[in-house]
């Protein structure tokens, strides 16, 4: 309803946890879980993870590369006063340093090769725990070995808990969107423009017209906060 990719859960106002689509992906969907009965109480909720607002983003973001998480939740005292997601550090970085210094920042050179796939006439439930296994947020859909769509956390929380559908019963097939393409020979800024046009948090890349590797949003906050720190580290 909202496209927000965290939940803060609390009860009679006091804060108890957080879930993000990835928790209810792997701990609702993946563990089989019924959707129309399970409360937010009966499972677990993760712990959350705060940070006061004086602190850095450079210490914000160490934080959650240490806790795995993509939402740290920002503190005023004892009071919740805002959130940061993953792609918060994505627009910071890409601002604060999106020019190439003749540095070779094609797409190509950081994207992910090894595609993880399954075949469009598989399960919600058991795609769920290939994501869990595997720690991935998407998978590419395949039919006749050929590639036909994607999945991910976010549209799962999104059509299967949203509209209440059966995991053990919907296919991927009746779920899955056409992934949004970018060229490998493209630059990584370029990544960024094409997820926020497109509202998309994954990109499969191509070469010569096929899917060769996948990109992320991740992969982008990590390329832009590495490179941020190598120009600080050459300015000093």
Excluded: W
């Excluded at 705060?50 to 503190?75: G, P």
């Amino acid at each position: 309803q909202y496209k927000v990719g965290s939940l803060i859960v609390s009860d009679a106002g006091k804060v108890k946890g957080v879930f993000s689509e990835s928790a209810l992906t792997m701990d609702i969907i993946a563990a089989g879980h019924p959707l129309d009965t399970t409360l937010l109480s009966d499972i677990l909720v993760h712990k959350l993870n705060t940070m006061d607002c004086n602190q850095t983003m450079s210490n914000a973001y160490q934080k959650m590369r240490e806790n795995n998480i993509r939402h740290l939740s920002i503190s005023n005292g004892k009071k919740i006063v805002g959130m940061l997601s993953i792609k918060d550090f994505a627009n910071y970085y890409s601002f604060n340093f999106c020019q190439d210094q003749n540095q070779d920042n094609r797409i190509g050179n950081y994207m992910r090769e090894s595609l993880a796939t399954i075949p469009e006439s598989t399960a919600v439930h058991k795609a769920a725990k290939i994501m869990k296994e595997n720690k991935i947020g998407s998978l590419l859909t395949t039919r006749n070995e050929k590639i036909t769509g994607i999945v991910t956390e976010e549209i799962f929380t999104r059509k299967v808990l949203g509209d209440n559908l059966n995991p053990e019963t919907t296919l991927v097939s009746e779920l899955m969107e056409k992934p949004t393409t970018i060229k490998s020979v493209q630059s990584m800024d370029s990544a960024l423009s094409c997820m926020h046009k497109n509202d998309v948090r994954y990109l499969a890349v191509t070469v010569d017209n096929k899917i060769k590797g996948i990109i992320s949003l991740k992969d982008l906050t990590i390329y832009y906060k590495n490179k941020f720190v190598t120009s600080q580290d050459i300015d000093e």
